[in-house]
């Protein structure tokens, strides 16, 4: 070992001889790898160390629509100190009587117990039952700010201060927060029997004490109250649900420029071991053996590699910092600032795994070559490795995907994804035989330059099949997502207005359901009325298990996490279709049935038969399942999951929710002011304040997995550029050649020009189709709706592809380009 160290340290004196190449691939893809996990870790360990702030405590009891029984309040009360708030939905009222929604907190003097009430300069928080504070957003929406009145439900109160931020165990919040003393909750009058309610008892636990076991412990005692616990362990888990899926997907496409970059590690090695071929003669003809002369070129390998994996791991460990500083504000909990050592050390592995996958031929093929062939001419592609030295890159990269499918929180789509890498990268490879086929057919056709051109595409030794795996994996996945993203959005701003009721209606009692529909007919004459009963209850056992047993929630059982919106029905509900069993006639009053959604049915594997119990105000309600439904979620009506036979859950204390279709540009103002000025306690969302907002986010993900995407095309432009250089030796020997011929650099010029337009240009084109050809599938099997992808900047993609790329290559040759015919002539 002593001997290779000192030969490699010599040889290195020598030059990188592609190398080079190998160092940029490497470490740029490693620090977007490093980058994109080291982030989506920092902000888990940010959760993870807020999480006592974000909820408040270290643990918090949820129960909906009522408070907590004697007992329970007495079995809350022996866990800890505690603080109790009140959550519901409610009209802020402006001193012009503008509207707006906000989450309404009702709060006892001893809320929060953690965390902190993050109030403007010059607020302070409610000292009475006749003051409120507003968030900022609300504030600036309204025109309001501290001393002016405003009115909530049936009451007026004094804005005292302005909220920057509070405890409330939520990430992305579709209307800003307001905050009042339990006893101005009360003023408001919105509590009512079968409000839309939700009550928090949050709890700090002496030291030692576990709060998941604590929380498990209360549901199992109480196992009909519907209650719902999250522990400090789980604070901002929709925050972490959020950044984990946009985290996988940011991964994959990470993986994917390391795949791309381990194509050009792959040429860049074979470059090295070529431009080693008369060291390596050399040293066989003096007596090395086979085993020194590969722990010589692994060990220089070796060092260049572990340079540009530090380099790499640099970008990503400063990633989190730098994101902190520049966009705190626009995230629910900022990341944390230190490295993420397991994150680095995660994108380390991978980074050596593609190294050794890509690079071990070349050197074995290198070790393998007899001294007379390595002095005839160049290595690669004509040693026939043993079977035991091809299998250890294949088995590198199975390592590399498992680790991917291992290391991520849902593995199906990690799996889904690593093979949608590893079918892209087979149906380019194909591509690059099919391109080297149809170039050696087609080589005598066209002018002479144009037919040098094409023949370049096939002679001995061309990348032609690794560049285009390079350039068509990145650029099939930009466009799947430019064309899904924007196939998304144009359904958003056409089919949104067109089929989404202007308003929804909530809180709005039994017993006002003719006024409301007078008030409709007045103020909107012709509109549209749906009024459906609601309530709220967690589904608390299926099949007699009770869900806090349950180990593990399957991915696609949402219906399982927390309170779910209640309904019961004579008729089908509109844009609801049968797929199993039978809906109960409309005079049906026997034993408890319940419709489900077909897909969380699946997701848990529940059949005709079987039995859901739901908490319903502190009551089990267990019906047997009569039918599955597939839900029209496209409709944007009400669309529940769980919908009861009549006479199940009549008896229980339930407003009425409603939407409102005034028809398209007709104007819901005057309604809305009336709706606030005679039945206050009414909320009204209005859907395209929501919709708004889901754009905006949904814009933010596309931006954020667009840059990705980009980046994942950049490793394939420096994949050409690093190709064409490694192979200028080559390139620089035919050019002489046409030079000493008669060429002029011109002619030589337009041929190379043929062959990198050629190559891009199919690549691209092939790479449009099947990235419209996955984009339709996800947009119309998986949302089901509508494909209507933005062509022109769809096609604007392949077409910008292409002039890059016939840029970065012709670039990367200029130098052989211009090399003087004698110093060409002398290198050969």
């Known amino acids: 070992m002593k001997l290779a160290l000192r030969l490699a340290r010599r040889d290195l004196k020598g030059g990188l001889g592609g190398l080079g190449l190998l160092w940029l691939c490497l470490a740029v893809a490693t620090a977007g790898l490093a980058s994109v996990t080291s982030l989506a870790a920092s902000i888990d360990v940010a959760i993870a160390a807020q999480g006592r702030a974000l909820i408040g405590g270290d643990l918090m009891l949820s129960v909906a629509q009522r408070e907590a029984s004697a007992d329970e309040q007495a079995a809350i009360g022996a866990l800890g100190p505690g603080a109790k708030s009140v959550g519901t939905r409610a009209m802020l009222v402006g001193r012009g009587g503008e509207t707006m929604l906000v989450e309404l907190t009702g709060a006892d003097s001893a809320w929060p117990l953690a965390g902190k009430l993050v109030l403007a300069p010059g607020g302070r928080r409610p000292g009475n039952a006749q003051e409120v504070a507003i968030g900022s957003a609300a504030a600036e929406r309204l025109a309001l700010g501290v001393g002016d009145t405003v009115r909530i439900g049936s009451a007026g109160f004094t804005v005292s201060g302005l909220i920057a931020s509070l405890p409330r165990d939520a990430g992305f919040a579709l ?55 999250t522990d400090r362990s789980e604070g901002g888990s929709g925050t972490r649900r959020f950044v984990d899926r946009l985290g996988q997907m940011l991964s994959l496409v990470a993986l994917s420029a390391l795949a791309i970059g381990g194509i050009g590690m792959a040429s860049a090695a074979a470059a090295f071991a070529a431009s080693r071929r008369q060291s390596i003669a050399i040293l066989k003809l003096v007596g090395a053996r086979r085993a020194t002369i590969e722990a010589m070129l692994l060990i220089e390998l070796g060092l260049v590699a572990g340079l540009a994996i530090l380099a790499g791991l640099a970008v990503g460990a400063a990633t989190p910092a730098l994101v902190a500083s520049l966009a705190a504000p626009l995230l629910p909990v900022a990341p944390d600032p230190s490295p993420q050592w397991s994150a680095l050390g995660e994108a380390a592995l991978f980074g050596l795994l593609v190294t050794f996958a890509a690079s071990w031929g070349a050197i074995v093929g290198a070790s393998e070559t007899r001294p007379a062939e390595l002095l005839r001419g160049d290595v690669g592609g004509k040693v026939r490795l043993p079977l035991g030295q091809s299998l250890k890159p294949a088995l590198a990269l199975a390592a590399a995907a498992a680790l991917a499918i291992l290391s991520a929180t849902n593995h199906g789509f990690a799996a889904s994804g690593v093979a949608v890498i590893a079918a892209l990268a087979a149906l380019f490879a194909l591509l690059g035989v099919a391109i080297r086929r149809v170039a050696r057919g087609s080589k005598h056709r066209g002018g002479p330059t144009t037919r040098l051109g094409i023949a370049a595409l096939d002679r001995p030794g061309a990348a032609t099949g690794r560049l285009a795996v390079a350039l068509g994996m990145g650029l099939t996945l930009l466009v799947a997502l430019a064309a899904t993203a924007s196939s998304i959005l144009a359904e958003i701003d056409s089919s949104v207005p067109q089929r989404a009721p202007a308003l929804f209606l909530v809180d709005i009692p039994r017993g006002e359901a003719n006024r409301l529909t007078a008030m409709t007919a007045s103020e909107l004459p012709g509109a549209e009325l749906r009024l459906v009963p609601a309530l709220r209850g967690p589904v608390t056992a299926i099949n007699g298990r009770s869900v806090s047993e349950m180990r593990a929630i399957p991915e696609g059982a949402w219906i399982l996490r927390g309170d779910r919106g209640l309904t019961f029905a004579e008729q089908l509900p509109p844009a609801n279709r049968i797929v199993a069993g039978e809906w109960w006639s409309s005079d049906y009053r026997g034993p408890p049935l319940v419709s489900i959604d077909v897909d969380a049915a699946t997701a848990l594997g529940l059949k005709i038969g079987d039995r859901l ?118 390139r620089r020997r ?81 130098p052989a380009l211009y090399a003087r015919p004698a110093e060409g002539l002398r290198a050969l």
Do not use: C
């Open 734 to 814: 035919d050019i002489v050649l046409l030079r000493l011929v008669g060429a002029t650099r011109g002619e030589v010029a337009h041929s190379q020009l043929v062959e990198f337009a050629l190559l891009s240009a199919t690549v691209a084109m092939a790479a449009l189709v099947l990235g419209v050809i996955a984009a339709k599938a996800l947009v119309t099997w998986l949302f089901e709706f509508g494909f209507s992808p933005d062509w022109p900047s769809l096609i604007a993609i392949p077409a910008g592809a292409i002039v890059l790329a016939v840029g970065a290559a012709f670039a990367a040759a200029l």
């Open 175 to 229: 209307s800003p927060p307001a905050l009042v003393d339990a006893e101005g909750l009360a003023r408001t009058g919105l509590v009512q029997p079968g409000s839309l309610t939700t009550t928090n008892y949050r709890v700090v636990m002496p030291a030692g004490q576990d709060p998941q076991a604590a929380g498990l412990a209360f549901q199992k005692r109480f196992p009909d109250g519907g209650w719902r616990a």
């Open 613 to 730: 119990t739901v908490g319903v105000l502190g009551r089990p309600v267990e019906a047997r399942i009569a039918s599955l439904r597939q839900i029209d979620w496209r409709s944007f009506g009400f669309n529940f999951a769980i919908v009861f036979s009549p006479g199940a859950i009549d008896a229980a204390p339930y407003t009425l929710m409603a939407t409102v279709s005034p028809g398209a540009g007709r104007s819901t103002e005057r309604f809305e002011r009336r709706l606030t000025a005679e039945l206050p306690m009414v909320s009204a969302v209005r859907v395209a304040e929501v919709v708004e907002q889901a754009k905006i986010l949904l814009g933010s993900i596309d931006g954020a997995v667009r840059i990705a995407t980009g980046f994942a095309i950049a490793m394939g432009m420096i994949v050409l550029a690093g190709s064409v250089v490694a192979t200028r030796r080559e």
